[in-house]
């Protein structure tokens, strides 16, 4: 049985050509099995004896390695040609230089505006506490009410008070009749002491005549020395009695001061932002706090200027204030005073910024951001944020030569503002230095630098 040329596979895959090969292969090797198996005499269906020739068995052979050479260049060279191209492309790539961008450094602008954190508090705030020992008897405000000056906020009772009032006054009667007492001893001693020195100059003069004895007369002239001393005991008497009365009117006077204080009222204009007590409260002098009390007409704010600004800051500036709470919304403040003197902890200066709050839209308490306009003589230098490299060796930025070589500077920050940062020291205007650099970039490293547009950030 004679089988005909396979066909060539000439744009047939290279797995479905070897799988036809294989195919014809086996059907080959089974008929030369067959054939070896049959008798020399044997015959086929037709009665004729088929003997393949060498030159039969050559050609298919031929047959066979021609199919298997024409698949192997049809699927292995088109394989091996587009792996040298990927290849190619991976050396090209890897012998390219990383193209980056580059920014040249210049110094900020001298006219920024300084935004700092601070929180709004009342320009006159003031505790309320107890002058007077008792109970809250009576409480008329409370929180976020409005009073005006000397309105009543509370009443306290204190019976205690007015037992310690009845004894004082009780006292000082005793010291004014103490007194009384002493000015009528005084004005008998003085009657006596006139009439010991009228018996004394009588018995003086007969004492000279002989008329009396001389002991006589020194009798009556110490009885008259005697009445003057009385005299002048009594007077001291009455400076102590008057003294007393004066300390008695004195603690009945600060009794009815404490008195009025049992009736507790605002001390200024302004709104009640705490009460901790209500009524039947026990309430202890100069201890118990029972209001509250701010003055929201007018606010101030506390920040801390940086040391490279503080020279810029001065006293009338004017200032922006914004919540965050009420978007859109912008409030005009000025400098009102400064400290003066650098905090040494944190190198700051402690600023006041005063807010008018005609309509109280601010409140006391809240979280502002304060926008100062300043103008420095020296600005420092700006770069972006991602310009930075920080490890293990600081703070660096990659600084490209004229050879376009990759230079890694150590540089001083200053400021950060988030997406740019002042640089203190390390670097000069004019210098180019790469945007954003890569983490493997070493000293030394050639680059192919192009330049990018610097978005300076007004701080």
């Known amino acids: 049985m004679l089988h005909s040329e396979p066909d060539v596979p000439g744009t047939k895959d290279f797995a479905t050509v070897e799988q036809q090969l294989r195919r014809e292969n086996e059907a080959l090797r089974a008929e030369l099995e067959a054939l070896r198996g049959k008798p020399r005499d044997s015959t086929n269906a037709s009665g004729n004896t088929w003997h393949p020739s060498r030159l039969t068995i050559v050609a298919l052979c031929a047959a066979v390695l021609i199919v298997i050479v024409i698949a192997f260049f049809a699927g292995y060279l088109p394989l091996h040609s587009r792996t040298m191209a990927i290849a190619d492309e991976a050396r090209v790539r890897e ?19 300084l935004q700092l954190p601070g929180n709004i508090q009342a320009v006159i705030e003031a505790p309320i506490l107890a002058r007077a020992n008792g109970y809250l008897k009576q409480r008329l405000v409370d929180i976020g009410d409005r009073v005006r000056s000397g309105q009543t906020l509370a009443i306290i009772e204190a019976p205690e008070l007015d037992e310690q009032v009845r004894q004082a006054q009780a006292a000082l009667a005793e010291a004014r009749a103490a007194v009384g007492q002493a000015e009528a001893n005084l004005r008998q001693g003085r009657a006596e002491l006139e009439l010991a020195r009228v018996t004394a100059k009588r018995f003086a003069n007969l004492v000279g005549d002989g008329s009396v004895s001389a002991q006589e007369n020194d009798q009556y002239q110490a009885q008259y020395q005697s009445k003057i001393a009385a005299i002048n005991a009594l007077e001291q008497a009455i400076v102590v009695q008057r003294s007393a009365v004066a300390a008695a009117e004195a603690n009945v006077a600060r009794l009815e001061n404490i ?67 009420l978007p859109g919304k912008q409030f005009n403040g000025e400098v009102a005073r400064t400290a003066d003197a650098l905090d040494p902890a944190t190198r700051t200066l402690l600023v006041e910024i005063q807010v008018p709050n005609p309509d109280s839209i601010l409140l006391p308490g809240m979280y502002a951001q304060v926008r100062l306009s300043t103008s420095r003589e020296n600005p420092p230098l700006m770069i972006p944020s991602t310009a930075l490299i920080v490890s293990g060796d600081g703070t660096r930025v990659a600084v490209i030569r004229a050879d376009r070589r990759v230079h890694l500077q150590s540089i001083t920050p200053g400021r950060d503002y988030g997406d740019h940062i002042e640089v203190m020291g390390g670097l000069h205007v004019g210098d180019t230095v790469i945007a954003s650099p890569s983490d493997v970039m070493h000293e030394g490293d050639e680059i192919d630098p192009y330049p990018i547009a610097s978005e300076k950030t007004t701080k």
């Open 259 to 325: 008195k009025r204080y049992r009736i507790v009222a605002a001390p200024f204009d302004g709104v009640i932002t705490q009460r901790n007590l209500d009524v039947g409260a026990l309430v202890n002098q100069s201890s118990t706090l029972l209001f509250r009390i701010a003055q929201a007409g007018r606010l101030r704010i506390y920040v801390n200027v940086p040391q490279s600004h503080a020279g810029s800051v001065h006293k009338h500036d004017a200032a922006s204030i914004t919540v965050s709470n």
């Open 95 to 113: 012998q390219a230089l990383p193209r980056m961008g580059t920014i040249t450094v210049s110094p900020s602008p001298q006219d920024s505006d």
